[in-house]
């Protein structure tokens, strides 16, 4: 969608090497997201973000971390990635009116070998 | 925090018959969300529910919204292979949180 973009879109990364990921919007959005999708789990909140430089973890946050220096980005950094972490990565945005739902990215399409 | 239950994890169908997806909670919700991924594509927002008993119409698709609100259900009248992707719900945590159902992936055969 218009507003949003990630990147890279597609990563392959060794085991045991960090990485990050970029989220970027253009909608002055208050809230941020990240998560991950994978077979059988549907998507599960990694981080997320609420404000500049605050931040708060999801369900699967062993092994991330984010930061949010300014309203237009979000990064997702994989600290020591591992195999367990290939997935395709989603970042949302959202302004806090739920009626509109959250606006996906396109995704990125993480591979550890 | 908040989970949800989805099902049928998948469903084929032939072109021209319907389709329903269920999403059920053990707990009453505030509202949930529908959203629609494509093959290979990202979510995408395609409605929201809040009031108990609620019934909204999409063209050939109709939200419903349990009158308990603990379960919601999605279905979609003679499918056509646009239809084809997997349907998520989700439902509202706190700090405007979405935890998604695990999704029916629906596929249509001409």
């Known amino acids: 969608d218009a507003g949003i973009t990630q990147s890279p879109r597609h990563k392959v990364t060794e085991t045991g090497t960090p990485v990050t990921l970029r989220c970027h919007q253009t909608e002055n959005h208050r809230y941020m997201y990240w998560y991950r999708q994978d077979p059988g789990h549907g998507l599960r909140l990694i981080h997320y973000s609420y404000g500049v430089k605050d931040t708060d973890k999801g369900e699967v946050s062993d092994g991330y971390s984010v930061s949010r220096s300014k309203t237009e980005d979000f990064l997702l950094t994989l600290e020591s990635a591992t195999s367990s972490q290939t997935s395709v990565y989603f970042c949302?945005?959202?302004?806090?009116?739920?009626?509109?739902?959250?606006?996906f990215g396109s995704g990125t399409r993480l591979t550890v070998v | 925090g908040q989970q949800v239950m989805q099902i049928p994890q998948y469903q084929h169908v032939q072109e021209g018959e319907d389709f329903t997806t269920y999403c059920n909670s053990s707990?009453?919700?505030?509202?949930i969300q529908w959203y629609k991924q494509r093959p290979g594509g990202h979510p995408v927002f395609l409605i929201q529910l809040v009031k108990s008993g609620e019934v909204k119409k999409q063209k050939r698709l109709t939200f419903q919204f349990g009158e308990a609100k603990k379960n919601s259900s999605l279905h979609i009248t003679a499918t056509q292979t646009t239809d084809v992707g997997t349907y998520f719900c989700?439902?509202?945590?706190?700090?405007?949180?979405?935890?998604f159902g695990t999704g029916t992936q629906l596929k249509v055969e001409l």
């Open positions: 949302a945005i959202s302004d806090g009116a739920l009626v509109y739902g959250y606006t």
């Open positions: 707990t009453t919700l505030s509202n």
């Open positions: 989700a439902v509202t945590g706190g700090g405007n949180k979405l935890t």
